[in-house]
T-cell receptor
């Protein structure tokens, strides 16, 4: 009964490859997010979707492209992976965009070699 | 200046003591303040949120907010070794709704 799930949990790949991370939530929430947590544990928002519409788009390289096929899913595609993309990527969801509680997925640990 | 600042620690306290975690923020338009706990290798989980100046208590946890000083803190009473984790302060802007996180304070509670 996982509330927010992500796949894969671990991702090891070579520079220049393209990869995708998938996120699903079964909480019935309208809003979903992608965060990046670097090696120093700094957690920074990348994107947010509300009811399949993009509402937050931080200064992220355009190699990163989110896609929300429906309210329960938010995927992240990364083109031409670089060493600096190595991090933990967390998906999260909340009832709405201004709701106090965001529920985080388990994270995807990406290592670019 | 970072938007949300925390001392990275580690903050070491003995079991049973009060742990005090502090956070300052730069945006005066911030309206909501959150404390998340993150165990090593795990995802952040919400402990408490606070909107109004003053104290908010929930079990062993007390959040304190002082908007004039742009300061928010978390007190953990009767600290347990299971409280050992990184505590992330997060601030939500009135204008953007996005959460801005601090870099976290690592707490170690020793028996």
């Amino acid at each position: 009964d996982t509330a927010v799930s992500q796949t894969p949990k671990y991702l090891v790949t070579q520079m220049g490859n393209d990869k995708s991370i998938k996120c699903e939530q079964n909480l019935g929430h309208d809003t979903m997010y992608w965060y990046k947590q670097d090696s120093k544990k700094f957690l920074k928002i990348m994107f947010s979707y509300n009811n399949k519409e993009l509402i937050i788009n931080e200064t992220v390289p355009n190699r990163f492209s989110p896609k929300s096929p429906d309210k329960a899913h938010l995927n992240l595609h990364i083109n031409s992976l670089e060493l600096g993309d190595s991090a933990v990527y967390f998906c999260a969801s909340s009832q709405g965009p201004a709701e106090e509680t965001q529920y985080f997925g388990p994270g995807t640990r990406l290592l670019v070699l | 200046q970072k938007e949300v600042e925390q001392n990275s620690g580690p903050l070491s306290v003995p079991e049973g003591a009060i742990a005090s975690l502090n956070c300052t923020y730069s945006d005066r338009g911030s309206q909501s303040f959150f404390w998340y706990r993150q165990y090593s290798g795990k995802s952040p989980e919400l402990i408490m949120f606070i909107y109004s100046n003053g104290d908010k208590e929930d079990g062993r946890f007390t959040a304190q907010l002082n908007k004039a000083s742009q300061y928010v803190s978390l007190l953990i009473r009767d600290s347990q070794p299971s409280d050992s984790a990184t505590y992330l302060c997060a601030v939500q802007s009135l204008y953007t709704d996005k959460l801005i996180f601090g870099t976290g304070t690592r707490l170690q509670v020793f028996p």
